[in-house]
């Protein structure tokens, strides 16, 4: 069924909403010619508008004129989803005691925690969990708010979430752990965080690569050094490279240098037969075979 076509009254009490213009709001609901929860093309209601951008008068009004506030757009998004994602706490709270459903999603399962996860807004988290949002709910490719406020490198949301019990390993459809994202953005903070409260370190995604598979490939040395405090997988993994061929190819220098530090196996061959340090020699980079002749040397006068 189509929406009914806006009038140019909706419009100017879109635009009124928007603005957080209290006066003229009232001024047009007063004449009786336009709805409170009035929709444009896309289903965006004055309430949604005014949450949307932080004005708690205007949003206040709107619910004392009787706006719906369970009312979503096309998207499924409502005016507390909008709320959380522009870290309008006022307004959010507003919202949550006048009865605003705390878990409603948008099509692709995001609720009001996930955004709020995801922009680092921790009072707002704070909030919301506190108010019954669903703590270990699922985006449709189940991505957890663990997952996404790791994803983004919000370490106090993710502590938050942590102390509140969240799922601290759980997977996405492709298998990555908010511990293999966090690794790939090179949050460390967030990573030795998430290793602190017991993230499984070898977590594998689909294509057989762990965290610190990921972090070597990115060149997040940080990263790298705090995985390797807790004993991770340093041989062949699934995907048939080690994390010193990833290093080496990449032409990460400091990162091999600390993988052999702790006993990466420099002749370890991959799939294709080919070991760590035939790739360092095979290298255009003077520093990255210096260092392997170094390697090769000290071994040496080891024995």
């Known amino acids: 069924m189509s929406l009914k076509k806006e009038t140019p009254l909706d419009i100017k009490l879109h635009a009124a909403a928007a603005n957080g213009d209290i006066k003229l709001i009232q001024k047009l609901l007063d004449t009786g010619r336009v709805h409170v929860d ?107 708010p663990l997952f996404i406020a790791a994803q983004n490198g919000h370490t106090n949301v993710v502590r938050f979430l942590l102390s509140c019990g969240c799922e601290i390993d759980s997977k996405r459809q492709d298998g990555t752990t908010p511990l293999w994202i966090a690794a790939q953005m090179g949050h460390r903070d967030v990573v030795r965080l998430l290793l602190k409260h017991g993230a499984f370190i070898d977590s594998k995604r689909k294509d057989g690569g762990t965290p610190l598979f990921k972090a070597c490939h990115k060149g997040h040395i940080g990263v790298v050094e705090e995985l390797l405090k807790h004993n991770p997988n340093l041989g062949l993994l699934p995907n048939g ?63």
């Open 38 to 144: 009035c929709r444009d093309d896309e289903k965006t209601t004055p309430l949604i508008l005014a949450a949307a951008n932080g004005h708690l008068d205007a949003v206040n009004l709107l619910l004392d004129q009787g706006a719906n506030i369970s009312a979503a757009r096309c998207t499924g998004t409502t005016a507390l989803f909008f709320a959380a994602q522009g870290g309008f706490t006022d307004v959010a709270k507003l919202l949550i005691s006048r009865g605003a459903p705390i878990n409603s999603c948008s099509l692709d399962g995001a609720t009001p925690l996930f955004v709020a996860c995801q922009c680092g807004y921790l009072n707002i988290v704070q909030m919301l969990l506190s108010n019954g949002a669903i703590l270990n709910c699922r985006l449709a490719d189940a991505s957890s």
């Open 241 to 303: 490279e080690s994390v010193l061929h990833v290093a080496v190819l990449g032409g990460h220098v400091d990162i091999a240098k600390l993988l052999l530090k702790y006993r990466a196996n420099p002749v370890l061959k991959n799939l294709d037969g080919c070991s760590p340090m035939q790739l360092a020699f095979q290298s255009k980079i003077p520093k990255m075979q210096d260092l392997f002749k170094t390697h090769v040397q000290f071994k040496s006068n080891q024995k």
